[in-house]
């Protein structure tokens, strides 16, 4: 079953073109990762799925579970299960942290609150008060961030990894967190730079100037982009055409 589809999706920005005639088929249940080099327009995709205002389409169409929610606002797209981990979280000024995991979260679940603190390696009695503020590290804004979106099991998680290679947790325990919300019925998009996270989608796409030039075998896909489009960050050159 399909919970999210892209068409034709195209977005410009100040004048230069983000996506370019993007098109994407998420299936329920899976992981499936977007990968690509930096600038490749892997972040703009998540702000358009979300819905920022910032990223309303010129043109093209996002469907979440049946639904066209393409001129659909953040907060109702939200409601209905679609949820991104931002790359740079936000600070909430006078916001606790167990109150700002409560969010979305149906009912107390105090319990819920702690697993999810201590799946992130975040130790409860030491966070559980302190206020989503300045005084919290990036690494532990988004450590945190993790922890809220792990505690919301959404139908379906966005998560946009950084490229700037922020140390928020070793990659095996990212792999964890990853197959742990898939396990309890979340699908993951995750959108990333790197094949070794990548590696554990179950479906992988490709980004390149804002359109998907591969699909299908994580293997197969993660390969290419080690040999093709690393040393390439700004073009994929057609099959059998020398690197320049």
């Known amino acids: 079953m399909e919970i999210l589809k892209v068409e034709n999706l195209s977005l410009n920005l100040e004048g230069r073109q ?8 998420i299936e329920a249940g899976t992981i499936h990762s977007v990968l690509g080099p930096n600038a490749s327009g892997k972040s703009s995709l998540a702000f358009s799925l979300i819905g920022c205002c910032d990223y309303s389409p010129q043109w093209g169409k996002i469907f ?22 931002w790359q740079e979280p936000a600070r909430f000024e006078g916001l606790t942290v167990k109150d700002y995991l409560s969010i979305g979260i149906k009912g107390k679940n105090d319990d ?8 992130v390696l975040l130790k409860p009695e030491e966070y559980l008060n302190r206020e989503v503020d300045k005084t919290l590290s990036g690494g532990e804004r988004k450590r945190i961030e993790l922890a809220s979106v792990f505690a919301m099991r959404p139908k379906l998680a966005i998560l946009d990894e950084p490229d700037s290679g922020i140390d928020i947790l070793a990659l095996d325990h990212i792999i964890k967190l990853i197959k742990e919300l898939k396990k309890r019925g979340s699908t993951v998009l995750l959108i990333t730079h790197r094949e070794e996270v990548s590696s554990i989608a179950d479906k992988t796409s490709l980004l390149c100037s804002g359109t998907i030039v591969k699909e ?7 390969t290419y982009f080690k040999e093709r489009c690393i040393p ?7 099959s059998g055409e020398n690197d320049k």
């Open 64 to 85: 979440f579970l049946g639904e066209d929610v393409t001129h659909h606002p953040v907060y109702q797209r939200a409601k209905m299960g679609l949820t991104l981990a």
């Open 112 to 119: 819920l609150i702690k697993e999810a603190l201590e799946f």
């Open 232 to 238: 390439c960050p700004t073009r994929i050159y057609p």
């Open 18 to 25: 983000i996506l370019n005639n993007l098109s994407l088929s």
């Open 216 to 222: 299908g075998d994580t293997v197969e896909v993660g």
